[in-house]
């Protein structure tokens, strides 16, 4: 099946910093998305982004599909950024999301 | 966008019992999804709960441990049958078909 491979699997910031964040597809993928998991547990959808780039506030994401890659961007970083960032995609033809290994973020004040 | 609840959000088991876990959506959905997050580790997805059919479990999970119920388009139970403190995770629920998935809050479970 699909295998998802983030990096780096760990990031620690200082507030202010920006950071990248990579998602590695091992086949093609219909869809993909960006989550933050919180503290508490909470996964909150950041960017839908089958290919392309959009932007929200301070972050902003890069897909490029033929090459099976997306990439997060997080600029001036806040301690609210903290927490486990996912990225997740259907392999081609199905529907069935699978994760990456994800990326744990810390920002420290 | 969806809008989705589940129950408990948190409960602590002792082994051997079960526990029901209850998602609900704000919309009808035809697929709904059940993922299972153990300790720092990634979303695994368990199986694929549709309406009027038998839920579709991946490989390593079995009904008899997560017996799955989807009584209608906008709500579906799991459940954790004869739990080990190896079940101890998050379970969430998502929807979304071949588009944008929505995740609920997820469930936190503990077995003693």
């Known amino acids: 099946g699909i295998q998802v491979e983030q990096s780096p699997p760990d990031l620690i910031l200082q507030e202010g910093a920006n950071s990248t964040l990579r998602c590695n597809f091992s086949?093609?993928?219909?869809?993909l998305q960006w989550f933050h998991q919180n503290p508490w547990g909470q996964l909150i959808n950041l960017f839908y982004?089958?290919?392309g780039t959009k932007q929200n506030g301070r972050l902003s994401a890069t897909t490029v599909a033929t090459e099976r890659y997306s990439l997060l961007y997080i600029s001036s970083s806040q301690t609210t950024d903290s927490g486990v960032y996912f990225c997740?995609?259907?392999?081609?033809?199905?529907?069935?999301?699978?994760f990456g290994t994800g990326t744990r973020l810390k920002v420290l004040a | 966008s969806a809008v989705i609840s589940q129950k408990p959000s948190r409960d602590i088991c002792q082994r051997g019992t079960s526990l029901t876990i209850q998602c609900q959506v704000d919309?009808?959905?035809?697929?709904m999804f059940w993922y299972r997050q153990q300790p720092g580790q990634s979303l695994t997805l368990i199986a694929t709960?549709?309406?009027?059919?038998?839920?579709?479990?991946e490989s390593g999970f079995v009904i008899d441990k997560f017996p799955i119920s989807r009584p209608n388009l906008t709500f579906s139970t799991l459940t954790v049958s004869n739990m080990s403190p190896e079940d101890s995770s998050i379970y969430l629920c998502?929807?979304?078909?071949?588009?944008?998935?929505?995740f609920g809050p997820g469930t936190r479970l503990t077995v003693t």
């Open positions: 998502s929807v979304g078909g071949y588009g944008e998935q929505y």
């Open positions: 086949d093609s993928v219909n869809n």
């Open positions: 982004i089958p290919s």
């Open positions: 997740a995609g259907p392999s081609s033809g199905t529907y069935k999301y699978i």
């Open positions: 919309s009808q959905v035809t697929m």
């Open positions: 709960a549709n309406q009027g059919s038998e839920a579709t479990y």
